[in-house]
């Protein structure tokens, strides 16, 4: 099988496609996962015509073993421990806060870089759709999908271009929906079914959200005018037929 997708910015069309049945819907927003979901999400959001915002995610380590992951730290500072790491290894209280305080200084400085003075979509009662560029693992993902079930989404939602069919089906019994354009055997990496699979920087990020509130904003504009105009075309034909 040759490559999938030309770049991130083609795949994210390609999943756009996709998931039209969000399309034009109030109450549905795009969370990506920085860094290279987000030129992914960027083209969902726009092609449905919804809000775009990031979900900055990280996995604090265990002290002395930082490679196993004890829970989850994210955006609107919400942390989620995994219960059985934490008893096996009885983990002190104050290691735990001192391992999530770093991870959350990290994420706050992330969300300043990306997201300027803009404030944080809240996701509270909304259908969220995950984005990000592939799933292999799908660690990152399943620390994201914990996290924003903290912050109580109606739904929740994981999209992806490409992923390996294992990483995909785990997540059936724990989202509403999982949408995997492309699940390919062997999948060897994610980035081998991109041509153009470069690292998304700090800058491309802040310039897609940018990007995105504006035509949010027109989109918003763009809809109140609609109603308006609805508005005052019953009412003129109210006049005429009286």
């Known amino acids: 099988m040759g490559l999938l997708f030309k770049d991130r910015r083609d795949a994210g069309r390609r999943l756009a496609k996709a998931l039209m049945d969000y399309a034009d819907r109030t109450g549905v927003i795009v969370l990506a996962l920085p860094r290279g979901g987000v030129p992914v999400a960027f083209e969902v959001a726009k092609t449905l015509h919804v809000p775009l915002d ?3 995610v990280r996995k604090p380590g265990v002290p002395g073993q930082e490679e196993l992951a004890m ?10 421990f995994n219960d059985d790491v934490l008893r096996t290894l009885q983990i002190p209280d104050r ?19 990306y997201r300027g003075d803009r404030p944080r979509l809240d996701v509270r009662g909304q259908t969220a759709v995950l984005v990000d560029d592939g799933l292999a693992t799908g660690a990152s993902m399943r620390a994201a ?6 912050q109580e989404p109606a ?6 271009p490409v992923a390996t069919p294992e990483a995909c089906e785990s997540f059936r019994d724990s989202v509403d929906e999982v949408v995997c354009v492309e699940t390919p055997r062997p999948f060897l990496a ?3 079914w991109y041509e153009d699979f470069s690292q998304t920087t700090d800058e491309e990020v802040r310039g897609l959200l ?6 949010s904003q027109s989109q918003r504009v763009r809809s109140g005018r609609e109603r308006k105009g609805r508005t005052w075309s019953q009412a003129t034909c109210q006049e005429q037929t009286t």
């Open 54 to 56: 990031v979900l900055l």
């Open 145 to 150: 999908v914990s996290a924003l079930r903290a």
């Open 190 to 192: 994610v980035g081998a």
């Open 210 to 215: 940018e990007q995105a509130a504006d035509l």
């Open 71 to 80: 829970g989850a730290v994210a955006s609107g500072g919400v942390r989620v």
């Open 95 to 113: 290691a735990i806060e001192i391992v999530a305080a770093k991870e959350q200084q990290e994420i706050e400085r992330g969300e300043r870089a």
């Open 155 to 160: 739904h929740v939602i994981v999209a992806v």
